[in-house]
């Protein structure tokens, strides 16, 4: 079942710390098709040759240019709270290494990823292509603004915390849709949240957990193209 050394193991560090957190989250255990996509993931073609021996223990990596992978619990979290639906569409602000959309793409249909970031947006580019996640797309681009032109959204997930939530991500949600991202000042923990947009457009946001994520940075108007 597990095609890759180390994997499994990885597996049971995530049950292990859902168990540890499970009051704070809120469930027992994620989703049985989220951990399938998380055993379904090649974690070590996403870490750079230096960190393969630790691609899966259960923290963040470093995958250059100050950046990081986000630790595989806090990636299985996160799409549990998104709870994917097989027809959906997604989009993800924060593409770094395309680990989480990899995971993602195994659960929707199209999953749409902004970096900030040239070198890290073509690189992921190319490693989800070679590696066949062919309903993944990855725009170079703030990701502030969203991406309009593919909005609106069945799910929208942060991976850089925001002082604040961005609005233009919450008017891309489709009604009954959510958005999770991490809320806080960079340099602190930040809470992580789920923010839900009801059929009648009403706004609730729930904090799940204190989570640590690289900041969300801002472009200078018109220096980032698509
Ligand atoms: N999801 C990634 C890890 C994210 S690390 C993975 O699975 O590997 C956070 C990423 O967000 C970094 O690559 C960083 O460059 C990017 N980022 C920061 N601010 C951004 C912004 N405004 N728009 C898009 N991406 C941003």
Known sequence: MFAYPGQEEMLRDIEREVAYTRHEIGRDAFAPRVMAAMAAVPREEFVPESGR??????????????????????????????????????LEIGTGSGYQAAVLAQLVRQVHSVE???????????????????????RHADGYH?????APYDGIIVTAAAPRVPPPLVEQLKPGARLVIPVGLPGSVQELQVVEKHAD???????????????LTRAPAGSVQG
């Open 146 to 150: 969203g991406w309009p032109e593919h």
């Open 116 to 138: 900030i970031i040239a070198a890290l947006a073509t690189a992921a580019g190319q490693r989800l292509g070679r590696l066949g996640y062919d309903n993944v797309s990855v």
């Open 201 to 215: 457009g009403a706004i609730a946001t729930r904090n799940i957990l204190l989570v640590a994520f690289v900041p």
């Open 53 to 90: 021996h630790r691609a899966f223990a259960n923290g963040p990596l470093p995958i250059g240019h100050g950046q990081t992978i986000s630790q595989p619990y806090i990636v299985a979290l996160m799409t549990d709270l998104l709870a994917p639906r097989r027809q959906d569409s997604v």
